[in-house]
């Protein structure tokens, strides 16, 4: 028997109006699909490049292919967006939209532009399992994955919006993209890989793996599954230096801990001096941000091509800490960069509009019109006391 008659055979799963949604599907899925359809093989690739290098959401518009089988795609077959149910802009140009999906559930995904990149952040789930005390997102509830279709999605309804369709080679408003919205991704690993797939294949939507990255608070399993099948740059939130405090902010420690995360980023197949891995550390006052805690950091990343990102805690309703002041994170940031580490204080952008990080908070689980002008005064309180 031949190893070709092992092949799977994909059957598609019909919305309850009865279409088939052949946005993230893979190429293979589409073929099949196009196939099992009646139709010749060589057209799933003409309508893989309308759907993610033309941005084409009507088959009419499909121009290289007869007005009939127009006509007959759209009789089975949608190119479906989820649904935008609020778009906020932030005084700082960052753009959050809520999104729904046809089950009713939402999330939410954040463009971050900046003058020479724009960076979209993508979520993986609705709700979040892990529960880190310093997140917002982890407030609320897992509520189930999003599918690979839901999660490419989210990158093709933020290029709707900003008109970047055909697929530019050059000058891409959206040229950067984090698995860092709600949801620890490696949790979701299926379809966030192959939902990534394919906005990196080069005959469509075409995003370079040098420009994704993946954030995990640190599914050790996973870490080195990722970087050998896509490949792409690696964040790991680590906020703490000891296993006792990590476990008390971020319960999956206990699970992974430290040591085994580290262990699994040495691992990484695509880490070098090139494309160092990231650690985000959340700077929480008087828990995490002392010399002694900067200098445990150093040692702990020692021999790993490694930066970290210092990330100013955005507060939240609610929230059980406070940021530790700039002239704090002024001085750890030293520390850690005379070690040889590059130490960014990220800037926080969005805060007015709950989008910064550690912010995202579906509605599904909504914030009230209080809550929203509280945190917003909050925060201007304590820019004002420390002269920001």
């Not at 939209?97 to 609705?126: A, F, H, K, N």
């Not at 964040?235 to 902010?249: P, W």
């Not at 790993?304 to 002024?330: D, H, M, Q, Y």
Request: hydrophobic fraction near 40%; glycine fraction near 6%.
């Amino acid at each position: 028997m031949s190893a070709s008659s092992h092949a799977s055979v994909f059957a598609p799963t019909p919305r309850p109006d009865g279409l088939i949604n052949l946005v993230g599907l893979s190429k293979d899925e589409l073929k099949q699909t196009v196939v099992q359809a009646g139709l010749p093989a060589f057209r799933a690739k003409q309508i893989w490049h309308w759907i993610y290098h033309r941005g084409t959401t009507d088959f009419a518009a499909m121009s290289d292919l007869s007005k009939e089988l127009r006509s007959s795609l759209g009789d089975r077959f949608i190119i479906d967006r989820p649904v935008i149910d609020t778009k906020q802009v932030s005084e700082d140009g960052t753009t959050k939209w809520l999104l729904r999906w046809p089950d009713g559930q939402q999330v939410e995904s954040v463009l971050i532009p900046e003058t020479d990149r724009g960076t979209l952040c993508v979520s993986s789930q609705v709700g979040c399992t892990l529960t880190c005390r310093f997140c917002h997102t982890g407030t609320q509830r897992l509520v189930r994955n999003l599918e690979a279709a839901e999660i490419v999605g989210q990158v093709m309804l933020a290029r709707d919006e900003l008109g970047e369709w055909p697929s530019p080679n050059e000058g891409r408003l959206i040229s950067n993209i984090v698995m860092m919205g709600m949801g620890e991704p490696l949790f979701n690993y299926d379809n966030v890989a192959k939902a990534l797939r394919i906005v990196m294949d080069e005959e469509g939507i075409s995003l370079s793996k040098r420009r994704i990255t993946l954030s995990t608070s640190g599914v050790a399993p996973m870490i080195e599954r990722c970087g050998r099948e896509l490949g792409v740059n690696l964040a790991i939130s680590l906020h703490a230096v000891t296993d006792e405090l990590r476990s008390r902010i971020i319960p999956l420690n206990k699970k992974y801990p430290i040591a085994e995360v580290l262990q699994a980023c040495r691992n990484y197949p695509s880490a070098g001096n090139t494309r160092r891995i990231t650690f985000e550390y959340v700077m929480l006052a008087g828990v995490n941000d002392s010399d002694a805690d900067a200098r445990a950091l150093v040692k702990l990343l020692r021999g790993l091509p490694a930066k970290v990102n210092l990330i100013p805690f955005n507060e939240w309703p609610g929230s059980p800490f406070a940021c530790s002041t700039p002239e704090r994170i002024e001085k750890f940031a030293a520390i850690v960069n005379d070690a040889g580490y590059a130490s960014p204080v990220r800037t926080p952008r969005g805060r007015d509009i709950l989008a910064a990080c550690g912010q995202l908070k579906s509605a599904s689980v909504r914030i009230s019109t209080a809550e929203r002008a509280a945190i917003s005064q909050l925060m201007a309180d304590k820019e004002a006391a420390v002269g920001l």
